[in-house]
């Protein structure tokens, strides 16, 4: 008997193995097999079976790992879903699925009968699948764990399991106490934080039926969690549930087939709704819900125009307007909080050579290093390059280095300077084991890292926002979607009032963030997408192409783009011409990306796998990202 194995690789077909004679009465469909691979040994899973094999001199299966599989019939249609939706192998679809030590080959006991393939994965009801309801809770009031303990209740009367994706981890932490000390359920986590030991040892709980609740980020999707009916996404429209490596799934995509496919319940709850979540329940496909706050009064939003303000104080460059500083005195006198929102951090944000304009920038990657002031050396914030300050130019040897740019060290600087008497406290990427709750502060300087601890910071009576440019600026049709669901929050931790600069004061999501009426910038940003043809009017996929060689990367890209016009002769796929990536360089790989777009979602897939997997090219990577973030 032959086994076809397949490999955690990006190969799709199988490879041929002799099953030993000890092993032909316990090896099945789907079970874990350690096997020779050229030198070495490898980790595969049994595809299927046949009598007869091409291959001359076949190797033998060295063991078996598991005594019975650990994919039952759900576990492998997801896998089969993330391999044909994320332009991954089968093998290294089945391995996402796994923890890390089972993925490494750890062998597995016996597991519980509530574990095995032949378990019902689908809830049944008069003979009828059973078809759960999609909730978008737009929450404005915090009150969206009376919904989610309505609907947990009913999960476990219903001896259904449950599994709960938080976008932090100390969020994770704070929904198990919550859920163990009001039903007395026992709750497993999982996050990348958990050693290898614990994630299998939670994870075969769960696998075992012993435990039925799942709380953690991302990679909770994949919980094995038996008979389930409801799966919670809260922040749905935090960009973590978006994997940034290949295969690039999404974990609400995910949570929507397991739902659709168990007849689950889904929840996706945010106080900032993602568009493409609101337009879904605009169309009926998602039940809306809306909770409001009582009571509670709107802080009052100023905007500045920032070129007004250069013109005025016959400045160029101008950190803290009159109108911000004077409204910063005022706190501080009467004894109030502020905290200054600028995402960016270090002094200066590019190191430039007054005498020849030669811009240091990373030796990886082509991306300007920051100058960070506290340490004295410049650093990349893409691969943590650091190079100490130079004293000449590396270019011209002249010692005329100049740092130009505002980060979040200068804006303190800043702070400091006009408010001496005053304790200034920044928090950033590069400061951010700083505990909110007991250090104290007057003035707190901030970037995007503060978001996810807002509820921390329950008194603050002004927020001011440095520049608004730098968020919206973006190459990023979401920009103005992502800068409005950050500034919404911020505005919702103020108590009295928020000061927005920017030199885009008519922009159209001013006036919604003035007035917080969300239903009206999603309209006026739906509006701009649907005249340009974006999602979720259309679905984008990026094929990114990279290498060591910039030359050979570019052409490669050309031939890729010049195959695959070709092919599209009737036009159903718009295939846009190749271009450099930013940063081009990125830790030491050249980088060119080919966009396509399609009004078909399924459409756009079936293309880019029948034809992009016979385009190979030796020493270039490629990579497909559907509805890239």
């Known amino acids: 008997m032959i086994a076809k194995v ?15 004679k000890n092993l032909e009465q316990h090896i099945s469909c789907w079970s874990r097999v350690r096997v020779p691979f050229g030198n070495r040994e490898l980790v595969g899973y049994v595809r299927g079976f046949s009598k007869v094999s091409q291959i001359r001199h076949l190797k033998s299966i060295i063991a078996l790992l598991d005594k019975q599989p650990l994919f039952d019939e759900a576990l492998c249609r997801l896998a089969q879903y993330i391999f044909k939706n994320y332009f991954c192998s089968l093998g290294e679809a089945l391995d996402l699925i796994l923890p890390k030590l089972v993925r ?72 198990k106490d919550l859920i163990e ?39 909770a999707i994949f919980a094995p969690v038996g008979n389930l009916g409801l799966i919670i996404i809260n922040e749905e429209d935090n960009s973590v549930y978006k994997q940034e490596q290949s295969p690039f799934y999404n974990a609400k995509d995910i949570a929507l087939f397991r739902a659709k496919e168990a007849g ?22 998602f039940k809306l819900i809306k909770l409001l706050a009582e009571e509670k ?39 109030k909080k502020v905290m200054l929102f600028l995402n960016r951090v270090g002094f200066a ?39 100490p300050v130079p004293k000449i130019c590396p270019e011209c040897s002249k010692s005329y280095i100049r740092y130009s740019g505002l980060g979040t060290e200068k804006l303190e600087s800043e702070a400091s300077r006009l408010f001496p008497f005053n304790k200034v406290l920044r928090y950033d990427r590069l400061d951010s084991k700083v505990d909110l709750d007991k250090e104290p502060f007057d003035i707190l300087i901030a970037t995007q890292i503060v978001v996810k601890d807002l509820p921390k910071l329950k008194n603050i009576d002004l927020v001011g926002i440095i520049s608004l440019d730098l968020s919206l600026n973006r190459v990023d049709f979401r920009a103005a979607e992502k800068t409005f669901q950050v500034v919404s929050r911020l505005i919702s931790i103020a108590k009295e009032k928020v000061i927005i600069q920017t030199g885009l004061p008519q ?48 052409l490669a890209a050309e031939n890729l783009f010049n195959h695959l016009q070709g092919i599209n002769q009737k036009n159903k796929i718009e295939i846009f011409n190749p271009s450099a990536a930013y940063p081009l360089k990125l830790r030491d790989n050249f980088r060119y990306n080919i966009l396509l777009k399609s009004r078909s979602k399924k459409a756009l897939i079936h293309f880019v796998n029948k034809h992009l997997k016979g385009f190979k090219k030796s020493g270039i990577i490629i990579t497909v990202n559907v509805e890239p973030l």
């Open 6 to 20: 397949i490999f955690p690789l990006p190969i799709d077909s199988p490879f041929d193995y002799c099953i030993p």
């Open 104 to 175: 490494k080959g750890r062998k597995i006991e016996a597991l519980s009968p509530l574990a095995s393939p032949e378990a019902p994965v689908r809830c049944q009801v008069s003979g009828l699948k059973r078809k759960g309801e999609v909730l978008l809770v737009h929450d404005l009031a915090n009150k969206r764990w009376q919904i989610f303990k309505e609907k947990i209740a009913s999960a476990i009367n219903n001896h259904r399991g449950i599994i709960i994706l938080n976008p932090q981890i100390h969020s994770c932490l704070a929904a």
């Open 181 to 219: 000390e009001r039903f007395k359920q026992k709750v497993v986590l999982l996050h990348s934080k958990n050693t290898d030991k614990q994630e299998l040892k939670d994870w075969l709980k769960v696998k075992g039926g012993e435990v039925n609740i799942v709380i953690g980020t991302s990679c």
């Open 264 to 285: 689950a319940d889904l929840i996706l709850a945010s106080s900032v709704p993602s568009l493409d979540a609101y337009y879904l329940a605009k169309k009926a496909k």
């Open 297 to 335: 009064t709107h802080p009052s939003v100023q905007v500045v125009d920032i070129g007004e303000e250069r013109y005025r104080q016959k400045k160029r460059n101008i950190i803290l307007s009159n109108i911000l500083e004077n409204n910063i005195n005022q706190a501080l006198t009467n004894k």
């Open 349 to 387: 944000t590019y190191a430039k050579c007054a005498a020849c304009g030669f811009v240091i920038k990373c030796s990886r990657c082509s991306k300007n290093l920051v100058f960070i002031y506290g340490a004295d050396e410049l650093i990349c914030q893409t691969c943590n390059f650091k190079l």
């Open 507 to 554: 922009h159209y999501l001013i006036r919604p963030l003035i007035r917080n009426d969300y239903s009206l910038f999603y309209k006026e940003e739906l509006s701009q997408r649907k005249e340009l043809s974006f999602p979720p009017f259309t679905c984008l996929a990026l094929i990114s192409l990279r290498g060591r060689q910039n030359e050979k990367v570019e």
